[in-house]
């Protein structure tokens, strides 16, 4: 098993409750999960969610790995 | 207008008809259209109306193109403290508004009005711009301060963004430290007070950085950049360079492409392309005076059409899908004249030196466009 750390923005931290914006969600996950898996655990897998890691916007075919800090967004246009 | 010593313009509107709709009817109905996609589009239908264009603040840090510090770093230290989710949880517990409209109309409702923790009324709206110059751009961290900031320049009756830009390049020259809350305080009174450092700081960016013989004026034909930082974003750094209006972000920001993982911020390929085609997008669209958010939901076929069948019900003309592109071109080159007649030359369709010489943290790059292709963004 992997755990990852999940943090939501937009609407989407209310959609999980007793989350800690601090804190983040923490999910486990099996070892070579990926984003998609990971989204279809938290139910997000019919939504358009961007995945950033490390800075950079992640493809859901992405390989997690134990540590791996998720932020998830919607999408947003410029403002 | 400004330099030529204009103060105002006044429009009397004594003896005008009512605004002509050719078909109402018609018209009526696509307006309908988009107004419902602009409610299921979940930016304009519900992450506008919860945290505002706030809401960007998370996006951008994480993404690590949040100019801050006079555009010395590419995430703000404490960005949590001033991120929109945080601010709308502010204004929620202390019985402020989160949404508001501040547009007559709207159906969308971005706006805010933020309070102090006594509740009572601090300013409105806390913008997303505004949260990034004096706060960002400052090293402020305290929305409370920031929320101070923003009214004090719509009190003064200043750009909150060239403004906000003017008092970080001052900081990063020296004159005074980053995060000093009560320093940026003092900038904007001496603002208003006229005094010799206050003229300077109200001409902007620009004349801040000649006035300390500072090389790091984050701004393009003297208008400062927004929060985006070009290095970050290396389309937007396109846009920057060569919109008609200096670093105007509105003029073409492709942030939705870049977080949608249409294109790579960090890459110089496809962004010539990228910045021409929502430079013309938005040229059209600042035509026809719909808000630039609620365009947003313009990218679904339907929306689009409606967006047609709305101009050709106004005009009573039968307007074929590539009206907009049409008219959007002619805009910019409209534009395009006004500059070159202005004196205004392809030398001034550059991004200053720093932006390509200094990497921005924390993917440390610089900006990899090179000048001939920013010559080419107008070739059509």
Same mark, same amino acid.
């Given at each position: 098993?992997?755990?990852?750390?999940?943090?939501?923005?937009?609407?989407?931290?209310?959609?999980?409750?007793?989350?800690?914006?601090?804190?983040?969600?923490?999910?486990?996950?099996?070892?070579?999960?990926?984003?998609?898996?990971?989204?279809?655990?938290?139910?997000?897998?019919?939504?358009?969610?961007?995945?950033?890691?490390?800075?950079?916007?992640?493809?859901?075919?992405?390989?997690?790995?134990?540590?791996?800090?998720?932020?998830?967004?919607?999408?947003?246009?410029?403002? | 207008?400004?330099?030529?010593?204009?103060?105002?313009?006044?429009?009397?509107?004594?003896?005008?008809?009512?605004?002509?709709?050719?078909?109402?009817?018609?018209?009526?109905?696509?307006?309908?259209?988009?107004?419902?996609?602009?409610?299921?589009?979940?930016?304009?239908?519900?992450?506008?109306?919860?945290?505002?264009?706030?809401?960007?603040?998370?996006?951008?840090?994480?993404?690590?193109?949040?100019?801050?510090? +006079?555009?010395?770093?590419?995430?703000?230290?404490?960005?949590?403290?001033?991120?929109?989710?945080?601010?709308?949880?502010?204004?929620?517990?202390?019985?402020?508004?989160?949404?508001?409209?501040?547009?007559?109309?709207?159906?969308?409702?971005?706006?805010?009005?933020?309070? %102090?923790?006594?509740?009572?009324?601090?300013?409105?709206?806390?913008?997303?711009?505004?949260?990034?110059?004096?706060?960002?751009?400052?090293?402020?961290?305290?929305? %409370?301060?920031?929320?101070?900031?923003?009214?004090?320049?719509?009190?003064?009756?200043?750009?909150?963004?060239?403004?906000?830009?003017?008092?970080?390049?001052?900081?990063?020259?020296?004159?005074?430290?980053?995060?000093?809350?009560?320093?940026?305080?003092?900038?904007?009174?001496?603002?208003?007070?006229?005094?010799?450092?206050?003229?300077?700081?109200?001409?902007?960016?620009?004349?801040?950085?000649?006035?300390?013989?500072?090389?790091?004026?984050?701004?393009?034909?003297?208008?400062?950049?927004?929060?985006? %930082?070009?290095?970050?974003?290396?389309?937007?750094?396109?846009?920057?360079?060569?919109?008609?209006?200096?670093? %105007?972000?509105?003029?073409?920001?492709?942030?939705?492409?870049?977080?949608?993982?249409?294109?790579?911020?960090?890459?110089?390929?496809?962004?010539?392309?990228?910045?021409?085609?929502?430079?013309?997008?938005?040229?059209?669209?600042?035509?026809?005076?719909?808000?630039?958010?609620?365009?947003?939901?313009?990218?679904?076929?339907?929306?689009?059409?409606?967006?047609?069948?709305?101009?050709?019900?106004?005009?009573?003309?039968?307007?074929?899908?590539?009206?907009?592109?049409?008219?959007?071109?002619?805009?910019?080159?409209?534009?395009?004249?006004? +500059?070159?007649?202005?004196?205004?030359?392809?030398?001034?369709?550059?991004?200053?030196?720093?932006?390509?010489?200094?990497?921005?943290?924390?993917?440390?790059?610089?900006?990899?466009?090179?000048?001939?292709?920013?010559?080419?963004?107008?070739?059509?």
């Amino acid at each position: 098993m992997i755990t990852v750390t999940v943090y939501f923005y937009g609407t989407l931290p209310r959609r999980f409750a007793g989350y800690d914006p601090q804190q983040g969600y923490t999910v486990a996950l099996r070892q070579g999960a990926d984003i998609s898996n990971l989204l279809g655990h938290l139910g997000l897998a019919r939504e358009k969610v961007a995945p950033v890691i490390n800075g950079i916007t992640a493809d859901h075919c992405r390989k997690l790995a134990d540590g791996d800090r998720v932020r998830l967004f919607q999408p947003v246009q410029g403002g | 207008m400004g330099a030529k010593g204009l103060k105002a313009v006044l429009v009397n509107t004594e003896g005008k008809s009512p605004d002509a709709v050719a078909d109402p009817e018609a018209f009526q109905k696509a307006a309908k259209t988009l107004a419902r996609a602009i409610q299921k589009n979940s930016f304009t239908g519900q992450t506008l109306p919860e945290l505002g264009t706030a809401g960007l603040v998370s996006a951008m840090n994480s993404l690590g193109a949040f100019p801050s510090f +006079n555009a010395t770093q590419g995430v703000f230290t404490g960005w949590e403290k001033i991120s929109g989710e945080t601010m709308a949880e502010v204004i929620r517990k202390r019985g402020g508004k989160n949404k508001h409209r501040g547009c007559s109309q709207c159906i969308i409702q971005c706006s805010n009005e933020y309070v %102090d923790d006594k509740g009572d009324y601090m300013n409105a709206s806390l913008e997303y711009e505004t949260i990034w110059s004096m706060g960002g751009m400052t090293g402020i961290d305290d929305l %409370d301060t920031i929320a101070r900031l923003d009214f004090l320049c719509d009190d003064i009756g200043l750009d909150t963004m060239n403004t906000g830009i003017a008092m970080a390049v001052a900081m990063d020259a020296g004159y005074k430290s980053f995060g000093d809350a009560r320093a940026a305080i003092d900038m904007l009174e001496e603002i208003a007070a006229g005094t010799e450092m206050g003229v300077i700081l109200g001409n902007g960016p620009a004349a801040v950085g000649r006035h300390f013989s500072h090389h790091r004026i984050p701004a393009v034909k003297g208008q400062g950049i927004a929060a985006y %930082d070009p290095r970050g974003m290396q389309g937007n750094g396109v846009t920057y360079a060569t919109s008609t209006m200096g670093a %105007d972000h509105t003029a073409g920001n492709l942030i939705g492409q870049y977080l949608g993982k249409q294109l790579d911020p960090l890459s110089a390929e496809g962004q010539v392309e990228a910045s021409r085609s929502a430079q013309i997008a938005m040229a059209a669209l600042d035509c026809t005076g719909l808000c630039m958010l609620a365009a947003s939901a313009l990218n679904s076929p339907d929306a689009a059409e409606a967006m047609v069948s709305l101009l050709s019900a106004k005009t009573g003309t039968s307007l074929g899908k590539d009206v907009m592109t049409e008219m959007g071109k002619r805009m910019l080159k409209t534009e395009r004249e006004f +500059n070159r007649r202005a004196g205004i030359t392809r030398e001034d369709d550059r991004l200053p030196r720093f932006f390509r010489e200094e990497p921005l943290p924390p993917h440390n790059r610089v900006f990899l466009e090179e000048d001939e292709d920013l010559d080419h963004v107008y070739n059509f």
